[in-house]
Nanobody
Framework: QVQLVESGGGLVQPGGSLRLSCAASGSIFSINDVDWYRQAPGKQRELVALITSGGRTNYADSVKGRFTISRDNAKNTVYLQMNTLKPEDTAVYYC??????????????WGQGTQVTVSP
């Protein structure tokens, strides 16, 4: 089994920064693509950023130039650096990962989420 644990959320003022972490543990053979999603109250969950196993990245238009996704394969951890935060970034942020647990087995896993609140 694989567990994903997000951390780093909190309350920040507009214009501030936070760095979220998504740490994977368990029966990991390799971590493939990893995504960050967010869900604001009353809204659908949306993709914020993704990073492939090869390090290629992609971002939602709403966060381009402000957020940076990165990964440390040695630590099985993916980060989301969020700068110039806006009130509309307020949401629960979730990590989602495609993980191989052996040569022949892989699965999709979600973390429990971490709250980010941007408010004066």
């Amino acid at each position: 089994q694989v567990q994903l644990v997000e951390s780093g959320g909190g309350l920040v003022q507009p214009g501030g920064s936070l760095r979220l972490s998504c740490a994977a543990s368990g029966s990991i053979f390799s971590i493939n693509d990893v995504d960050w999603y967010r869900q604001a109250p009353g809204k659908q969950r949306e993709l914020v950023a993704l990073i492939t196993s090869g390090g290629r990245t992609n971002y939602a238009d709403s966060v381009k130039g402000r957020f940076t996704i990165s990964r440390d394969n040695a630590k099985n951890t993916v980060y989301l650096q969020m700068n110039t935060l806006k009130p509309e970034d307020t949401a629960v942020y979730y990590c989602n990962a495609d993980v191989s647990t052996s040569w022949a087995q892989r699965g999709n896993y979600w973390g429990q989420g971490t709250q980010v609140t941007v408010s004066p």
